[in-house]
């Protein structure tokens, strides 16, 4: 089960205004998307569509990162959706990452960590959906609109610390000379990192009033969406999320909840499951999409289900599935399409 009950994306009313800034109309991106023209008017479309939308997008335009710039740069901030808008109107920059981090739940397919240390202030960018992951481009915009956030919200030309890519961007002097600091690609994920003093900056969009009409609204809705999904799946979810290169333990999945560990152990006692179970789970259902992806060898895929070495995980993988990782593979692959849409893949239909 996905994290969210439903699979539609709403694209924000000045998407299309903005590419039609850039020169680019909004019939063409649905054509080389391969996808009907009344896309265009709808009000949402799915996780799939909507990959294929930002890749049609990054087709058209060239390289990789002078659309992300530009992209960046020509959005209105006044069309974003309320969730994103709320965001623009906060009391400092922290306030708004923070609210950023907490609304983007509402709108996958995309979710954002943040994490404060020493000088730094990290976010990664995760997927909601495990089985997907988006195409550079929008990788590079959601980074990118994370930094023109602050940017607009305090009305200084802040810069970034580092930004991490885990793959092929195009013209990395192009993002360097807008993030303002080394551009890495190959990383293990993607993240910005940036100056945590800068996050104390006020914002001169500070907007009161506003705040407090969309503030309630929001967190309704995000109230309403999380009660719609079951307590093991969340769980079994922020599992997947902390799996690669070691093993969550129940303090951190707790801590996350922002409960106890003897809650959280009584909760899943009440849904007749435990900790250690659905961490198996969660790994027997990683390791199968995993493996359904060529581009990852065995070695890679034991590292991203927590295990430190290839033969405890041949074992628990003959335990789940009676059979081999390696003739799970060759037995799957040629009716599994898991491996859509992977980072790097020609496919993002």
């Not at 580092?162 to 690609?185: K, N, W």
């Not at 969660?282 to 199968?288: G, L, M, N, S, T």
């Not at 041949?314 to 980072?343: K, M, Q, V």
């Amino acid at each position: 089960m996905k994290p969210h009950t439903s699979d539609r994306i709403k694209i924000p009313p000045g998407f299309w205004e903005a590419l039609r800034q850039l020169g680019i109309a909004a019939h063409d991106v649905a054509r080389r998307a391969q996808l009907p023209l009344t896309l265009i008017t709808e009000p949402a479309v799915t996780t799939a569509q909507y990959f294929a939308i930002w890749q049609a997008y990054s087709d058209l335009i060239g390289d990789t990162a002078k659309g992300i710039v530009k992209l960046a740069t020509a959005f209105d901030t006044a069309k974003y959706p309320p969730a994103v808008l709320a965001t623009y109107h906060a009391r400092d920059y922290r306030d708004a990452l923070n609210r950023m981090a907490r609304y983007k739940q509402l709108c996958p397919p995309e979710s954002l960590r943040i994490t404060e240390e020493a000088e730094h202030c990290t976010i990664e960018l995760e997927w909601l959906n495990t089985e997907q992951s988006g195409p550079p481009m929008l990788v590079g915009i959601t980074l990118a609109c994370l930094l023109e956030l602050g940017r607009r919200g305090t009305g200084q030309p802040l810069t970034a610390r580092l930004v991490e890519f885990s793959h092929s961007m195009g013209d990395v002097q192009t993002l360097e000379a807008y993030f303002g600091c080394p551009v890495r690609i190959g990383a293990k994920s993607n993240r910005l990192t940036l100056h945590r003093n800068d996050l104390d900056r006020p914002f001169v969009s500070y907007n009161e009033e506003l705040l407090e009409i969309l503030t309630p609204a929001l967190d309704r809705s995000l109230d309403e969406q999380q009660r719609s999904r079951s307590f093991t799946e969340t769980v079994k979810w922020i599992m997947k999320r902390s799996l690669t290169g070691g093993r969550p333990d129940i303090q951190t999945v707790a801590k996350e909840l922002g409960m106890s560990d003897r809650t959280l152990q009584r909760r899943l006692t009440d849904e007749n499951t435990s900790f250690k179970h659905l961490l198996t789970q969660a790994r027997h259902e990683q390791a199968r999409e995993y493996l359904a992806d060529p581009s990852l060898d065995i070695k890679e895929v034991a590292f991203l289900i927590g295990y430190e070495d290839q033969n405890s995980f041949y074992r628990a993988f003959r335990l789940w599935e009676g059979d081999t990782p390696s003739n799970w593979r060759t037995e799957h692959l040629g009716t599994s399409s898991i491996s859509e849409g992977r980072p790097g893949m020609p496919n993002f239909h």
